[in-house]
């Protein structure tokens, strides 16, 4: 039994596939990606041509994978679960990643602040620096 290709849609949007054999799936999964919406089951199989297409349609997204085995619905259901498993663990990796680019962005805003604040503060010296200059060769002396 193969699994010939897979794929993950929102609605009738496929998010992401995969096709491990040559072949032309898009229309046929397409056609399936409807029929699930219609029909709106958390389970599906429906034969096209040589393929069985199963699906797992939970929260308005359909997991979907073709295989060449009608017989076998057990490798199926299990690898659409595994896809399923993994998505929530990649939006868990993904709240972590952006929770740390949140942080480093902070962290680099506070630093740019502290830089500004030093700038302005050295920005200070020169002027009293070219003041005293200006009095010096103005012949004007100035009492420090």
Do not use: W
Not at 26 to 39: D, I, M, N, P
């Amino acid at each position: 039994m193969t699994i010939a290709y897979s794929c993950i849609a929102n609605g009738r949007m496929v998010l992401a596939e995969l096709a491990l054999t040559g072949g032309s799936y898009q229309e046929a999964a397409s056609t399936v990606l409807r029929l699930v919406l219609l029909r709106a089951e958390p389970k599906t199989v429906i034969q096209m041509g040589s393929f069985v297409y199963h699906t797992l349609f939970i929260d308005g997204i359909t997991y979907l994978c073709a295989s060449d085995n009608a017989l076998d619905t057990v490798t199926p259901s299990a690898f659409l679960k595994n896809v399923k498993y993994n998505k929530k663990q990649d939006n868990s990796s993904i709240s972590t990643l952006r929770s740390q680019v949140t942080d480093v962005k902070n962290a680099m805003t506070q630093n740019i602040d502290k830089i500004l604040e030093s700038e302005e503060r050295s920005n200070i010296f020169p002027d009293s620096t070219d003041d005293l200059q200006t009095a010096i060769f103005s012949g004007n002396t100035a009492t420090i």
